[in-house]
């Protein structure tokens, strides 16, 4: 038998390969800026508008005029916080005003006539808004139907059924306790009203769910892909009858601040127009109405924005129409941009 030879092997060795690129081990996820570059944009616009205002209009700049203007904006941010939700889901909702009407005039019928306290009419407005979301969700979910069709449906048999409620006549005698959501002392701390500061923390909850969480991001999947995101294991269904919901909900709350920033008589004008407002400040503030991307911050400076044309087209006397002009403006600037974006993107792909 022969032995083994312990002659060194004349063949080189071969040094060990570096590992590939594809071999490496990835870093921990890089999150996107807390701040986009749209939202910057926006900030120093609505800071150049209320620094032009004020040179206009001295008075704009004072606690008299801010305060207003942000119980205004409470309850258009509030229900874009949840519109960006349906929108990055690439779902869209246009029967939010006729929600607020029928949430609207039960919370009044509620404090006026049966004289309950105010928690527990809140809490039914937002179950009401809840439940008008998930009629929405539900034929959408389910019934196979582009969001548009089914809202637009919606908005007409809402609108009938608030109109029913109502009876032909206004809600009279709305008691003060809804003070604390409107224009009184007793609605405010720091200088800053409560319909505001509830706005700002949901808007701050819900931006850390869609930033922090993985069930957040699945919603920016859904409006990448809904059935890559399905075929991933996301439940869409659920997924998008959630947004609708929570817009809902949304909705009920602020209808709440719509009746307390009013005078004691509700008619059947509110919500009218509401629709508009909110997807106006949410395709404002940077959410792609195509889906898969958007900003729950964007959309309240949107909001904040859209207050801002409005109440300072007032304050310098100039005809209310050129509010909506220079908000459609916006509106095309912010759609463009997103179509250049979107384009750009496919080219480098």
């Not at 921990?28 to 205002?53: D, N």
């Not at 909702?93 to 006026?112: E, F, H, K, P, Y």
């Not at 819900?206 to 859904?222: C, D, K, N, S």
């Not at 304050?315 to 250049?340: C, E, K, R, Y």
Request: hydrophobic share 50%; with cysteine.
């Amino acid at each position: 038998m022969t032995p083994p030879s312990t002659q060194p092997s004349t063949q080189p060795s071969t040094p060990p390969s570096k590992p590939s690129r594809l071999g490496r081990a990835r870093g921990p996820r890089v999150l996107a800026p807390l701040v986009s570059g749209q939202e910057i944009v926006l900030l120093a616009v609505i800071g150049g508008l209320w620094l032009v205002l004020g040179l206009a209009t001295p008075a704009f700049l004072t606690a008299g005029s801010l305060r207003p203007l942000l119980i205004e904006v409470a309850p258009i941010a509030l229900i874009g916080v949840g519109m960006t939700l349906v929108i990055v889901a690439a779902g869209i909702d246009v029967s939010v005003g006729s929600q607020m009407m029928v949430c609207g005039v039960i919370t009044a019928r509620l404090l006026v006539e049966a004289h309950v306290a105010l928690p527990l009419a809140v809490l039914v407005s937002v179950l009401v808004g809840a439940a008008l979301g998930a009629v929405n969700g539900v034929l959408i979910a389910w019934g196979r139907v582009h969001a548009i069709i089914i809202t637009f449906g919606t908005l007409n048999l809402f609108q009938f059924v608030g109109r029913q409620i109502f009876g032909s006549q206004t809600v009279n005698g709305i008691p003060a306790t809804l003070d604390v959501f409107g224009r009184g002392e007793a609605g405010q701390v720091a200088g800053l009203p409560y319909s505001f500061l509830l706005t700002a923390l949901i808007a701050g909850a819900v931006w850390w769910y869609l930033r922090q969480t993985p069930g957040g991001r699945h919603f920016y999947a859904i409006g990448g892909d809904a059935l890559a995101a399905e075929l991933a294991g996301i439940r869409v269904r659920r997924r998008v009858l959630l947004t609708y919901v929570v817009t809902g909900a949304l909705v009920g709350l602020s209808a709440v601040f719509t009746i307390a920033k009013g005078t004691t008589t509700l008619d059947q004008s509110i919500g009218a127009g509401q629709e508009l407002a909110v997807i106006a400040a949410v395709i404002i503030g940077g959410t792609s109405i195509m889906g898969g991307r958007g900003s729950v911050l964007g959309t309240v400076l949107g909001a904040l924005l859209v207050q801002t044309v409005s109440s300072g087209v007032t304050q310098l006397g100039w005809p209310s129409n050129l509010s909506d002009l220079f908000v459609g403006v916006f509106v095309i600037i912010a759609v463009g941009t997103d179509l250049l974006r979107q384009r750009a993107r496919r080219a480098v792909r």
